[in-house]
Each structure stands twice: as structure tokens, then as C-alpha cells.
């Protein structure tokens, strides 16, 4: 734990980097590969805790996966062939593990209890836990299945036609999980589209889905087959190199390799409307995520109205929007994006209060932050609050600001990104 001391004031960034493999993707190659018959090799696949915990579930549930140096082998058994495991099975601070395997579970005919840490301990499940719960699993929970740790018995489940509340690719996931194991047909309905990295899975492991505006449809009862699936390096994580080299003095970065998923690049569509210096060149993909390199210079940014379906397509890269915004002439709005009250941390609240500590002009509202801009930033002592993507913000911020910075549990950035501060000093 304890304090950490950030760089501040570069003057320039300039080189290459890979990022670390996409988290949404890895989750769930290991997933699919799982319940998959045969073998399913994962290149690419991001070696950070959250994606470890998912391998670590499907081990209990009977699943052999080998780990070498730049693979994941995952030896499928089925869906039949997981077992009950002896133990609860953990989730640590991974919302995609439980929320996905939650689907999985409530067609299998035995019984799980599923916990995680504090911060999982206090983020909603019933999102999940209530379709499941209406296909025929039988789910309980602290205050009615809110809350871990969850216990579910699940086998002889229904498919169900249901609208979800939340533009969501967790609960999406989720359910169409289940429906893949239920009899009869299952669709989902949103009410803006969310992340489709579930869909094209089920595709490239053989299955079919049926997608229309913004309902997805699958029918019960499918084999899938092992594949070989190359991840994409991780835009999310790719987001906050992007605004670094945006707003540091004489700098220019090139990020290879990133997924260019149309459901995922809401960040690049941001920049590009606020003027940022980018040019991409899309990748032939041998996969069926689209990829490319982002080149990104120094820019002269303006504000911006961020809303609507936009917010399901970078709900994750909104805390590192903020500080881009600080860096933008005139006042950008953030709405439409109580979402962030439920992540890792309540990122409405933790954005405004860390970068309002570094001195930015920054206001939080009920669904989401206006940010005035152009500010310089000065220094302080921030923290991540144990939030991964609220670390890797502030360490970004630091960059441009006048005094020292120290950084309170930076410890959480290696959830998703664990090799950050190497890339970070590498492009210095």
C-alpha cells in the first residue's frame, strides 16, 4: 500500500507501445473455451488479476487450462462436462467473472456459491441474478439476491424474451449464456446497444445468434467447438495513452494493435469531435474483432456534449475523458451516465473529487460531470480507491501537473493493465 510518487511535468512523449490484451475478450475466450468441446488456444490473452480469477473459477469447476508464456490452452468439456465445485468459487474484484458465469451456472444442475471482494460485495446482481431467476434457477443472495455472496442451483431452465433496464454487456452476456443451455429461444432487448463481444464469440465457436436493432436472440441446446482466438490489444486500456499524447507537450504515440470493435470505440468518435490529432489504420483482422494502430499527437482541443447511446460505447473510458476535457477550450457535459455509480467505485463521485484535489473545474451531476475547461493542473495527493481505471487517470494527470503527485493504492491498476507504469516511462 502507501504512496506512490507520480511523474509530473514531461515535457514530450514519443514512441510504441503494445497494449495488454482486451479484458472483455479474454474473460470470455476462457469462458467459451470452457464449455466448448475440444481445444481452444488464446493468444494475446491479458495476464491481469481479473481475467486470472475467471481461469482460477473454471479450474474448480473441473476445466484444464494450461498457461505458458504468451497463451492460454483451454481443454474443453462441454457444457455437461463442469462439475460442482468443493469450494466457493471467488470472483476477486472481477464484475464481467461473476456476472458471466452466473449465466453459465443457472444451466448447470448443481450447486455454486459465488463471492468476491469488498468492492463486488457492493455492486448490483440482481440485474443478473432476476432474468436467470425467471428462466427457472434458483438463485439466493444477501437482500434478495442484490448482494454476494450468491448461492445458485441451476439445470432445467426456459428461455425468456427479456427488456433489459440497462444498455449492459454483462447482464446481455449474461442471459444469452443461459439461453444458449435453455430450452426454447432467449432474447435479450436493450435499450441502447452495448458491447457485442459475446455475440461474435458464440459465432466464432460455431454457434448462432440472431441479432435485430437491439435485440439479440439465441435458441437453447447449441454445441459449441473449440477455436483459436487472438485478443486484440485493449482499447480501454489503449484510452489512456491516447489522452496522454493528446495533452503533453510534443508528443506523438503510436498504440498497435488495438480493437477497433464499433461497440467499444466511442472514445475515438470523443477525441476525434474534440479535435484531437489521431490517424488510424485499420489492420486486415484474421479474427472477428476488427483491429488497427492509433497514432496520436499533441492537440489543441475543444468541449464537447457527450450523451445517449454514445455512453455504452466508452461508460469505461469516461473518467479519462474527464481529464482530456480539463484540457479542452470551453465546457464539456457528461450525461446520461448514472452507470458509473455502479462500477468499481461510484466514478461520478471518485472522478470529481481526485481531479478537483489536482485543481480541475470539475462539477458532478446526477447522471454524470461538467468539466470548464482549459485548466492547469497543479499537484496533490490522490488516490485510486482501489479502482483500476481511476489510477491509471490520475497517473496520466500527474503528467501535466506543475507539483508533485502521489498516487494512494496504485496497487489496483494491475487488475487490467499490469505492465502500465513500464509502457509510461518507456514513451518518456
Excluded at 476477486?92 to 460485495?121: C, K, Q, V, W, Y
Amino acid at each position: 500500500m502507501g504512496k506512490h510518487t507520480l511523474k509530473t511535468n514531461i515535457t514530450s512523449l514519443k514512441g510504441d507501445i503494445i497494449v495488454p490484451g482486451d479484458k472483455s475478450i479474454s474473460h470470455r475466450s476462457v469462458m467459451f473455451g470452457a464449455v466448448a468441446e475440444g481445444v481452444t488456444t488464446v493468444t494475446g490473452f491479458l495476464m491481469g488479476e481479473d481475467c486470472l480469477s475467471t481461469v482460477s473459477c473454471f479450474r474448480q469447476l473441473g476445466v484444464e487450462i494450461e498457461e505458458t508464456a504468451d497463451q492460454m490452452v483451454i481443454h474443453g468439456k462441454g457444457w455437461d462436462g463442469l462439475v460442482e465445485p468443493k469450494e466457493v468459487l471467488n470472483v476477486g474484484n472481477s464484475g464481467t467473472t461473476i456476472r458471466l458465469l452466473m449465466g453459465i451456472l443457472a444451466g448447470r444442475p448443481f450447486h455454486t456459491t459465488l463471492i468476491g471482494d469488498e468492492s463486488i460485495g457492493k455492486r448490483p446482481m440482481t440485474r443478473v441474478t432476476k432474468p436467470l431467476s425467471s428462466m427457472g434457477a434458483k438463485i439466493e443472495g444477501r437482500q434478495f439476491g442484490e448482494y454476494t455472496p450468491l448461492s445458485i442451483r441451476g439445470g432445467g431452465i426456459s428461455g425468456i424474451e427479456y427488456a433489459s433496464p440497462v444498455a449492459s454487456a454483462q447482464v446481455k452476456s449474461a442471459i444469452l449464456l443461459a439461453g444458449l443451455q435453455a430450452d426454447g429461444i432467449t432474447t435479450v432487448v436493450e435499450p441502447e446497444k452495448s458491447r457485442d463481444h459475446t455475440e461474435r464469440m458464440i459465432r466464432q465457436f460455431s454457434g448462432t445468434v440472431e441479432e435485430n436493432g437491439l435485440s439479440v436472440s439465441v435458441r437453447g441446446g447449441q454445441v459449441l467447438k473449440g477455436t483459436n482466438i487472438k485478443v486484440p490489444g485493449d482499447i480501454s486500456s489503449a484510452a489512456f495513452f491516447l489522452v496522454a499524447g493528446a495533452i503533453v507537450p510534443n508528443s506523438c504515440i503510436t498504440l498497435k494493435n488495438v480493437g477497433l470493435n464499433p461497440t467499444r470505440t466511442g472514445i475515438i468518435d470523443v477525441m476525434l469531435e474534440m479535435g484531437a490529432d489521431m490517424t488510424i489504420e485499420p489492420l486486415v483482422a484474421e479474427q472477428t474483432e476488427p483491429v488497427g494502430d492509433i497514432t496520436i499527437r499533441t492537440s489543441h482541443l475543444k468541449g464537447t456534449t457527450i450523451g445517449g447511446d454514445l455512453i455504452p460505447r466508452l461508460i469505461d473510458e469516461i473518467p479519462i475523458i474527464a481529464l482530456l476535457a480539463t484540457q479542452a477550450e470551453g465546457e464539456t457535459v457528461i450525461r446520461d451516465a448514472q452507470e458509473l455509480k455502479v462500477k468499481e467505485t461510484n466514478r461520478i463521485d471518485t472522478v470529481v473529487q481526485e481531479l478537483s484535489k489536482l485543481g480541475a473545474d470539475i462539477t458532478a451531476t446526477d447522471d454524470g460531470m461538467i468539466i470548464k475547461g482549459k485548466n492547469k493542473l497543479a499537484g496533490g495527493v490522490v488516490s485510486s480507491h482501489g479502482d483500476h481505471r481511476i489510477g491509471m487517470m490520475l497517473a496520466v494527470a500527474a503528467l501535466i501537473c506543475k507539483q508533485d503527485v502521489s498516487l494512494e493504492q496504485k496497487e489496483a491498476i494491475s487488475v487490467s493493465y499490469p505492465q502500465f507504469f513500464t509502457d509510461l516511462e518507456k514513451l518518456m
